[in-house]
Nanobody, 122 residues
Framework: QVQLVESGGGLVQAGGSLRLSCAAS???????MGWFRQAPGKEREFVAF????????YYVDSVKGRFTISRDNAKNTAYLQMNSLKPEDTAVYYC????????????????WGQGTQVTVSS
């Protein structure tokens, strides 16, 4: 059972930056990692994916060029660097882990963190 703990959320002004971290309780080098978000009254949304080695990444169109997903397998940690934040990025951000293949479907992920709130003020 992999436990994931997100951190790094907070309140930031539009145009600002935050870096989210996702620390795992055990080795994650065999897992792909994803970041998702859920805004109030909206469905959970895929944000970014990184494969087990860090060699492949994918993003939802709305964050391309602004967000960067990365990982450090030696630290069992994944990151989401968020730049040029917009009010519409406000949401609870979750990290998740899966084996197998790339997926934007949260239902395909095996383990989830508790989430961290990101609020972007205009």
């Amino acid at each position: 059972q992999v436990q994931l703990v997100e951190s790094g959320g907070g309140l930031v002004q539009a145009g600002g930056s935050l870096r989210l971290s996702c620390a795992a309780s055990e080795r994650t080098s065999s897992y792909h990692m994803g970041w998702f978000r859920q805004a109030p009254g909206k469905e959970r949304e895929f944000v970014a994916f990184i494969n087990w080695s860090g060699g492949s990444t994918y993003y939802v169109d709305s964050v391309k060029g602004r967000f960067t997903i990365s990982r450090d397998n030696a630290k069992n940690t994944a990151y989401l660097q968020m730049n040029s934040l917009k009010p519409e990025d406000t949401a609870v951000y979750y990290c998740a882990a899966k084996r197998g293949f790339y997926s934007r479907d949260g239902g395909q992920y095996d383990y989830w963190g508790q989430g961290t709130q990101v609020t972007v003020s205009s």
